[in-house]
């Protein structure tokens, strides 16, 4: 069984995550799922980053130690995590003993090899990014990356040569078209960073201690980038001394999932510590777009915050889930509004979905006492139908191949809505009056149950839920993902898989929430 390992980046323990935040851990569930159904063995991999000086800074302000300020929230990242219903295999925490052990072992190795050095730093640092700008680098005076005040620093600091590297990582990216997704993002690092040449990166510091200690000079912490991004192979065994089955058995991962925003150190940083440490480079790094609420980006500031959690209790997890993966393209930022999901919901959902199960089913309850099986009765029209059904999974391969989620899903919701238009086209209310078509009419009955199996069998990586719920309802077995002339179903049980929301009444519920 071939193995695929996927990661998202691991979430910053500064507070409870947005649904913004949560797109990205619900996109690669849908991917690990969906390679799950393809026969993959499948490692995915979630968890949280949790050292820094805005830890420390925050866990002062509420009173507390640092570690108890990240337990509480990974604890809750956790738990939001687990309301998504996303099936991650080890979810990983930068605080575990472990990785902290490992942390310490890698970076001494690269300091042994000399490619970790003493040196002192002076620039321009944002605390909330935690990370040193040049003056070039700002825009209008201020951090590049959130747009926040910047501080002059100086402190004692161990330095990485990400210099050394820089060439052979140019290279590798030219001779790997593939390593970084979409290719936008690919041209940015190379142009903007890459070309116009790295500096050494500080990789320590001393002005604060919430961090894993440089075991031979303690009074140095380790620094964000280089604990953070490691967590992808101190958990699945690496070690300096002797790595575990486990680790040559899943590294090199098969993608990382994370924003677009640290696509920097995910294809800069990252590939050149593992160069450092002689491992193979990740296969992939897609830097996901953003899911932006109404005409802005998501800020406790702006005060247009949207949790998860909130929004599972008030729509359902699969309409929540349905929502971010369909509406948020490829390559582009993606919009929330609670009038688009009220939308998606009526129209897709409960419409397109929830009403071809619900009449099919109604149908067969109605116009047959025996189990149905295909008749073979055969018109041109049925051919259409069929060849949708038979297709299905070599287009939303073509589509998951390139992690277009959005696209995969249309692909499904094309053949129920083709099935729709196949009841109004063979109208079995009509065939049911005639005697003697009982076999068309359960041949036509028939091709409806195997579409709504089919869809219902590629809708799970996505709605999981749904997926399950349409199998029982139509009472399947067979998870074979293609038209079956010889099924046969009985004791078929219509429930409704989506209500149909009252928009008006429902956004007015919301407004005086």
């Known amino acids: 069984m071939e193995k695929y390992y996927i990661t ?3 979430a910053y323990t500064s507070g409870k995550p947005h649904i913004g935040n949560t797109y990205e851990i619900v996109l690669a569930d849908a991917i690990a799922r969906y390679k799950r159904l393809k026969g993959f063995d499948v490692y995915f991999q979630t968890g949280t980053d949790e050292h820094g000086e805005k830890i420390q800074i925050k866990a002062n302000e509420k009173g507390i130690s640092p570690k108890q300020f990240v337990d509480e929230v990974a604890g809750e990242i956790q738990r939001i995590w687990d309301v998504m219903n996303t099936s991650y295999d080890r979810f990983v925490r930068t605080t575990d003993e472990h990785h902290e052990k490992i942390v310490q072992k890698i970076f001494k190795k690269m300091y042994d090899q000399g490619d970790i050095y003493l040196g002192k730093y002076e620039g321009l640092y944002c605390t909330p990014c935690e990370s040193f ?8 005076g201020k951090c590049p990356d959130c747009g926040r005040e910047v501080q002059p620093k100086s402190e004692e600091a161990y330095f990485f040569k990400l210099s050394k590297y820089q060439d052979r990582l140019i290279q590798y990216i030219e001779d790997h078209p593939e390593f970084i997704q979409p290719e936008s993002r690919k041209n940015e690092m190379i142009n903007n960073f890459l070309k116009p040449g790295l500096q050494d990166l500080c990789v320590s510091r001393t002005s604060f201690d919430w961090g894993i200690p440089v075991d031979f000079d303690p009074k140095h912490v380790v620094y964000v980038w280089l604990d953070a991004l490691t967590n992808y192979i101190t958990n699945i065994g690496y070690d300096p001394d002797g790595s575990s089955e486990e680790f040559y058995k899943n590294w090199p991962a098969d993608l990382h999932l994370i924003g677009k925003d640290i696509i920097r150190f995910h294809t800069i940083y990252w590939p050149c510590f593992l160069m450092s440490l002689d491992l193979p480079l990740p296969k992939q790094v897609f ?11 998501m800020s406790k500031s702006k005060g ?3 949790y998860a959690d909130d929004l599972v209790e008030e729509f359902g997890v699969d309409a929540v889930r349905y929502y971010v993966l369909h509406e948020i393209p490829f390559a582009n930022d993606g919009t929330l509004t609670y009038d688009l999901l009220i939308e998606r919901i009526n129209g897709d959902l409960a419409n397109i979905l929830g009403n071809l199960v619900n009449r099919t089913i109604s149908m067969v309850n109605k116009y047959f006492d025996e189990p149905i099986s295909n008749k073979k009765v055969i018109e041109s029209m049925d051919q259409e139908l069929i060849d949708a059904i038979n297709s299905l999974e070599d287009r939303v391969e073509e589509k998951m191949a390139r992690l277009e989620i959005g696209a995969a899903l249309d692909e499904i919701f094309e053949v129920l809505r083709r099935s729709n238009k196949y009841i109004d086209e063979t109208e079995p209310w009509v065939l049911a009056k005639e005697g003697d078509r009982k076999n068309r009419l359960m041949t036509v009955l028939y091709n409806l ?9 590629f809708l799970s990586p996505y709605l999981p839920e749904t997926s399950e719920k349409i199998q029982t309802q139509i009472n399947n077995s067979k998870k074979d993902t293609i038209y079956l002339e010889d099924n046969t179903y009985e004791s078929l049980n219509a429930e409704a898989l989506f209500m149909r929301i009252d928009k008006e009444k429902k956004l007015k519920e919301l407004e005086n929430k």
Do not use: M, Y
């Open 449 to 457: 149950l195997e579409s709504i199996r089919v869809c219902g069998i």
């Open 133 to 140: 700008f040049t003056e070039s680098q700002l825009v209008d």
């Open 304 to 306: 247009n915050v949207i």
């Open 287 to 297: 830097g996901h777009p953003w899911l932006l609420v109404g005409d802005g980006k």
């Open 8 to 10: 998202t980046a691991i």
